[in-house]
């Protein structure tokens, strides 16, 4: 079943770009914006991350902070992190237990891949409640950017 608004959000402990363990738990306090996306350098997640890049400082002025996951590997995402300058977290999933636990995996991707992060948003508040959530059941869709904005300006 699909997480829905008002659901507690999954805890997760993820590596980083960076190499350092991310949990849930580090963003209590604060409003956290998950993007799960499939797949690091490919045309539609770069569009979705910059996006979020891009409005960095309007979620930081918000208390909010952002992390973008996916099923790539740290050593990957660290390389996608540098070579469009996001100044969030990438998360390596690689184990796939973030995306299934949020609902948010493909079984069966393109080109014959399985175990793929479905795109989706989720903003959790302070209190690690779930008060957006959107997943899209196609790679080509974007989230709704203006809906996200909405619910973390409160």
Request: aromatic share 14%; hydrophobic share 40%; with cysteine.
């Amino acid at each position: 079943m699909a997480l829905q608004t008002g659901d507690k959000a999954p805890s997760f402990k993820l590596y980083s770009s960076d190499l350092k363990e991310v949990s849930l738990e580090d963003y209590q306090g604060k409003k956290l914006i998950i993007h799960f996306f499939p797949l690091a350098f490919t045309g539609v997640c770069t569009t979705q991350l910059c996006t979020m890049r891009d409005s960095f400082g309007y979620y930081k002025d918000l208390n909010a902070e952002i992390v973008g996951i996916s099923v790539d590997s740290p050593f990957t995402l660290a390389k996608f992190k540098e070579d469009q300058n996001y100044q969030f977290p990438l998360l390596s999933d690689f184990n796939k237990e973030a995306a299934r636990a949020y609902g948010a995996i493909y079984e069966e991707f393109a080109f014959g891949m399985k175990g793929v992060a479905k795109r989706a948003a989720f903003v959790v508040d302070e209190n690690g409640v779930i008060i957006y959530a959107e997943v899209l059941e196609e790679a080509g869709n974007l989230p709704d950017f203006e809906k996200i904005k909405a619910i973390v300006a409160g």
